[in-house]
């Protein structure tokens, strides 16, 4: 059972910017938040991490409330290259280190 | 950022026969690998995890005499499909667990196609 929800599927233009929310009401206190992208035949692709607050990088920005339950991922200024499929996760704890459930993921169409 | 490497990145095999895909962790050690599978317009299936000289944690209904997994050294991780079928045929992914840091990132490799005749 994936310990996330998001949205299965989202469109844009290129240019706008996009926000995936994703909802981990039951994440747990030593939990990082990670989102991966993923375009076809092609591994994931580690976009951002974080922990509560905000992170930003060079390609997107992490919005993590107080209560950590949800987490927005933000791309500025999406193209068409963007179009992928991006997936949340949280880490379930198992032996000392944390495993990746991956759940349906989003699947995001920027189009022109 | 840490970069992870499969071998090969497609093969094509018979019925019957056995194949071998490797995942190697190129800049940094990973005690731990995982091992995913992916079919078409789906999502990713955690396999198994692989623990450096140790025997690998298999998930609930993969079986472990199939999919063999040997993790002999810090950089590398070895999943070999044993007596392949067609229904085998997927796209296999390896991640590698980063430990610097404190945040356990994984970084995953480019990923395998198996295709089964």
């Known amino acids: 059972l994936a310990k996330t929800t998001q949205p299965i599927s989202m469109d844009s233009y290129e240019g706008q910017e996009v926000n995936i929310t994703c909802s981990h009401n039951?994440?747990?206190?030593?939990?990082?938040i990670t989102w991966y992208q993923q375009f076809p035949s092609q591994g994931p692709r580690f976009i951002i991490q974080g922990y509560k607050t905000k992170v930003t990088n060079e390609v997107a920005s992490l919005f993590i409330p107080a209560d950590r339950k949800s987490s927005t991922l933000s791309l500025p200024r999406v193209s068409l290259s963007d179009t992928a499929v991006y997936y949340c996760?949280?880490?379930?704890?198992?032996?000392?280190?944390?495993?990746?459930?991956f759940g349906a993921g989003t699947r995001l169409a920027v189009h022109p | 950022g840490a970069v992870v490497s499969q071998h090969p990145s497609w093969v094509i095999c018979k019925s019957g026969t056995s194949v071998k895909i490797e995942c190697r962790s190129l800049?940094?050690?990973?005690?731990?690998m995982f091992w995913y599978r992916q079919f078409p317009k789906q999502s990713l299936m955690l396999m198994a995890t692989?623990?450096?000289?140790?025997?690998?944690?298999?998930e609930q209904g993969v079986e472990k005499d199939k999919f063999l997994i040997n993790h002999a050294s810090l950089t590398l991780s070895t999943l070999t499909v044993t007596s392949a079928h067609p229904e085998d045929s997927s796209f296999y992914i390896c991640?590698?667990?980063?430990?610097?840091?404190?945040?356990?990132?994984?970084?995953f490799g480019p990923g395998t196609r198996l295709t089964v005749l």
């Open positions: 991640s590698a667990r980063d430990p610097q840091g404190g945040t356990d990132t994984q970084y």
């Open positions: 800049d940094f050690q990973a005690t731990t």
């Open positions: 039951n994440i747990a206190t030593n939990d990082y």
């Open positions: 996760l949280v880490g379930v704890f198992s032996g000392g280190y944390n495993k990746l459930i």
């Open positions: 692989s623990n450096e000289g140790s025997k690998a944690t298999y």
